[in-house]
């Protein structure tokens, strides 16, 4: 059984993987998407895009990290896969996801999925361009539209050398709204031999036993999960495994926003810092009570240090009893 932690694109960086992966549970994560478009990128794009390029394509603890690409020229996407592979990317993920419109007027991401012929060449090109060590991986919605192509462009991206299909159980026209459709992916999870991947709305372990069983799918990808319960994987993985599990508390989660600010700290201005702690802060606070006290607290503050105050403060009564 393996969890994914997913992309999102200005939310979990290179130090969100960081923080996230190091609390464990984790068999991989992926990158923000890497636009391609009419050029092969400089080296220097996808060192900033995935720093753990300098570290074997791997997290300070070890979990390997994907690149994820995204066009719809397959010329490109195959030379830029490879740079990424030169590089040192472990694995290239390509994304048919992105409901963007930008994204979508270049022809990338979720609009792809109109056209499973399309589909199956952007993945062949990069499956042929990279070294048959390398994983090539795939990340998609149910549809554009609607549901009607999901099978076919599943079994194209398969046909064409995917080692694993990771199904966000949403068309781009549903966005993020309805919950996802997890039983969707079982008509998908029967007609492939890959490892199929859900994702969407994992938010708990009782989630992803629903998920489970509602698509058949025991692999699954982690998003706003990941962030608003950072010990969502451990936990699934000791349930797994018939230990003793529970979720993160909260003295454990300012332990580990606290470790995000000293990381970022020095290397970005003070009030980037402070942005990136309120945006995690105002996801968790929805389902933490002790979050939603620091966010009310720290809302205001623009001073790096005083949030770190009101974190350190908060873990240590909670210690304190
Ligand atoms: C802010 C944001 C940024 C995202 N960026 C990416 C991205 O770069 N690449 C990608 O494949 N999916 C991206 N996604 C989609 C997520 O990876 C995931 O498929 C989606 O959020 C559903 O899963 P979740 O409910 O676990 O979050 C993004 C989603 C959000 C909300």
């Not at 992926?30 to 400089?42: A, H, K, N, W």
């Not at 690149?67 to 010329?75: F, M, N, S, V």
């Amino acid at each position: 059984m393996k969890i994914i932690l997913a992309p999102m694109e200005g939310v979990i960086d290179h130090h969100m993987r960081h923080a996230l992966a190091s609390v464990g549970g984790y068999d991989a994560c992926v990158t923000e998407f890497l636009r391609i478009t009419d050029q092969r990128l400089p080296e220097r794009v996808f060192k900033r895009m995935s720093p753990e390029l300098a570290h074997s394509g791997q997290t300070a603890t070890g979990v390997p990290v994907i690149l994820q690409l995204l066009g719809g020229d397959a010329e490109m996407m195959a030379m830029n896969a490879q740079q990424a592979v030169h590089l040192g990317a472990p694995a290239i993920d390509i994304n048919f996801g992105c409901p963007s419109r930008f994204v979508t007027r270049k022809m990338g991401g979720s609009v792809l999925l109109r056209e499973p012929e399309r589909v199956h060449a952007i993945v062949a090109a990069v499956r042929k361009a990279v070294d048959a060590s390398i994983p090539v991986t795939a990340k998609m919605r149910l549809g554009y539209e609607d549901d009607s192509l999901a099978l076919d462009n599943a079994l194209a991206i398969q046909s064409a050398g995917a080692a694993a299909l990771t199904v966000h159980a949403r068309t781009k026209v549903e966005g993020y709204g309805p919950p996802a459709r997890w039983e969707a992916l079982a008509p998908l999870r029967e007609a492939l031999t890959i490892p199929l991947i859900a994702n969407g709305d994992i938010r708990s372990l009782d989630d992803y036993q629903r998920c489970v069983a509602a698509s058949g799918c025991e692999d699954v990808m982690l998003g706003r999960g990941a962030l608003i319960n950072p010990g969502l994987a451990r936990q699934i993985k000791q349930h797994h495994h018939g230990e003793v599990s529970a979720p993160m508390d909260w003295s454990d989660i300012s332990a580990l926003i606290l470790a995000l600010c000293e990381q970022m700290q020095g290397q970005y201005p003070q009030r980037t810092v402070v942005m990136r702690i309120k945006q995690w802060l105002g996801m968790l606070r929805k389902h933490h009570a002790e979050g939603q006290r620091v966010f009310d607290e720290v809302r205001q503050m623009r001073v790096l240090a005083d949030i770190k105050a009101v974190l350190g403060l908060r873990q240590y009564s909670i210690n304190q009893g």
